[in-house]
């Protein structure tokens, strides 16, 4: 089957010709039809999980898909063959994933039937970047009345927390450059600011006098972060997915930090495709490319400037 793989850590990603994988006990194979990309994606194959993973190379690149059941393995109850489904097929252990014709995900893994009605390339841009911004706005207890800063908001992850932050009736301001502001206030932000103009903190608190009540954080480092904290009120809350925060330090004044890692379940899915179907959730697909053009998508993932997500067609 074809696939994009890695030879080595640090290797450029390339299409690759490599063995189907077979289903085991408890797996189910899925044809796939659509993968979405994600910044982790090209930080595995620089070797983010180097220390931690003995993976086997060549590594099959990619988390996020949509597709078919195509064969199941022995003892599998849940999903049948024929089944649409999406969800996150990434098993670095065995050099596995969804940039790929087949990928292997367990039957009671983060893998649910798809949304009705939902095209592949839809389903494929939702997992990790809606999983987490769900899982992001559940932590922080954003709630209606709080006035709440996300940071990264035009990304894939931001542009869910745009959303789903305003669906609790949260004021938003979005970060935006210019000519993404009018795309942040469709999806419900209030205002937004433009982290390439002007120092944030110095445009938040010209409007919000009196501070703010959270941030939500994709992008900073440990220093902005610290930066953008100031401006919390006292018992506010900064969630962060870039590891950014220090939790004791916040708390010393009075704060939450709290650094989020996703945990994708099929249950958070089935979540979400309630919020697709009565319209509370919106994927915006920036871009889609053919499995051979992947190697490049991952290039421009890595060189920033996304407006939504990436999705490869299989
Ligand atoms: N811990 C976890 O479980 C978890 C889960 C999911 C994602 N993540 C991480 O979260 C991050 C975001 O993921 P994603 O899928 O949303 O990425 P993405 O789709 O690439 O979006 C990142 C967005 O951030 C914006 N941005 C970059 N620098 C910024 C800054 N200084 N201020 C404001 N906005 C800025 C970018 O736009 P401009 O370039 O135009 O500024 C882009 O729209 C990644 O690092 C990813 O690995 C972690």
Redesign the pocket.
């Known amino acids: 089957m074809h696939a994009i793989a890695v030879s080595e850590y640090g290797a450029t990603p390339a299409l690759m010709n490599l063995p189907r994988p077979e289903p085991g006990p408890g797996e189910i194979l899925v044809k796939m039809i659509a993968a979405g990309l994600?910044?982790?994606d090209w930080?595995i194959a620089d070797g983010m999980f180097k220390d931690s993973t003995d993976a086997p190379f060549p590594l099959i690149l990619g988390r996020d898909g949509a597709g078919v059941v195509d064969d199941v393995g022995e003892g599998v109850t849940r999903l049948r063959h024929g089944e649409q489904v999406y969800g996150c097929f990434d098993q670095v252990d065995r050099g596995l994933g969804s940039f790929a014709e087949y990928a292997l995900a367990r039957d009671d893994g983060p893998v649910a039937r798809m949304p009705e009605g939902m095209l592949y390339t839809q389903a494929a841009a939702v997992p990790?970047?809606s999983m987490?911004a769900l899982a992001m706005v559940e932590a922080a207890e954003i709630d209606a009345g709080h006035t709440v800063l996300v940071?990264?908001?035009?990304?894939?992850?931001?542009q869910g927390l745009v959303q789903l932050a305003a669906r609790e009736g949260a004021k938003v301001i979005a970060?935006?450059?210019d000519d993404?502001a009018g795309t942040m206030r469709r999806l419900g932000a209030d205002e937004t600011v433009d982290?390439?103009e002007d120092d944030?903190n110095r445009q938040v608190l010209g409007v919000h006098t009196d501070g703010i009540d959270a941030v939500l954080d994709?992008?900073?480092d440990t220093g902005?972060t610290e930066g953008i904290a100031q401006m919390l009120r006292p018992g506010g809350v900064y969630v962060s997915?870039?590891?950014s925060v220090n939790p004791d330090a916040m708390e010393a004044r009075g704060l939450r930090g709290i650094?989020?890692?996703?945990e994708p379940s099929a249950e958070m899915l089935e979540r979400l495709s309630d919020l697709i179907d009565a319209g509370e959730l919106r994927v915006s697909i920036e871009r889609e490319v053919p499995l051979a053009d992947a190697p490049e998508a991952l290039a421009d993932?890595r060189a920033?400037?996304?407006?939504?997500?990436t999705v490869i067609r299989i």
């Open positions: 994600n910044p982790i930080k990790t970047a987490t940071v990264g908001a035009t990304g894939g992850v931001g970060t935006a450059r993404m982290h390439t944030l994709v992008v900073s902005a997915t870039t590891w650094n989020l890692e996703t993932s920033g400037g996304a407006r939504g997500k």
